[in-house]
């Protein structure tokens, strides 16, 4: 099977690291298709990085080549509902993974992301996903999305703000709340002695399940495609 996995930032680095991530993931027989939207912002920081990356990645969607499956690894889960829309595979965010994976985990999970304007966003995604009760909170270690490029810089503040997290909300598993931590889930996970839940991975492995299930995104409700626009000959008369 061909999973499509669009970092929707367009950051060579931060596309690299989910790239590679993904292809580590992924089952002997699954090709992980690496990319990312160009004109698309370098990160993505709140509403309008948003939907300046969602629009530039349904241009990247419909003019790559069919795949099976779709991940798009920005934990906002940026343009996710749009590409189910254009579509046949599943398509899948890595803020939706990763938040279900903890869920089967955990009993409560916490989310730290980089900085306090992503927080409302993800808030927002988790109760939209029926997973508000589950989930005691959304942080921002305060860092940009950028740095975490830097893994060695950004590294010893997102654990000091992991430990925090962890205590403040006594969650008993920790969601990276961003594509560009992917690499560092390992060693996080070795230090702050709970489950370290990273989307990237969890995206790809769940959307290799459900392509191996024959399962494809439901097209007679809301991600229906989209109809032709065809206008009322005569029409443009405004009353
Ligand atoms: O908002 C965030 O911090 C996360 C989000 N931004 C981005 O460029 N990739 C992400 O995963």
Known sequence: MRI??????????MTRTIANTGKAAA???????????PGAPLSIEGHSDGVLAAFHTLKLVEESGPADGYVLACF???????VRERVAGPVLGIGEAAMHAATMLACRFSILTSLERSVPILEDNAARYGLAARCRGVHAAQLPVLAFEDGKSAYAVLRDAARAVLERDRSDALVLGCGGMAHLAPRLAGELGVP??????????FVESLVSLNLKTSKTGGYAYPLAKTPVSGGGHHV
């Open 4 to 13: 499509l996995l669009i970092n929707p930032n367009s950051s060579p680095a």
């Open 196 to 205: 370290v839940v990273e989307g990237v991975a969890c995206a790809v492995k």
């Open 27 to 37: 089952a002997p027989g699954t090709e992980v298709v690496g990319t990312c939207p």
């Open 76 to 82: 906002d889960d940026t343009g996710v509902d749009a």
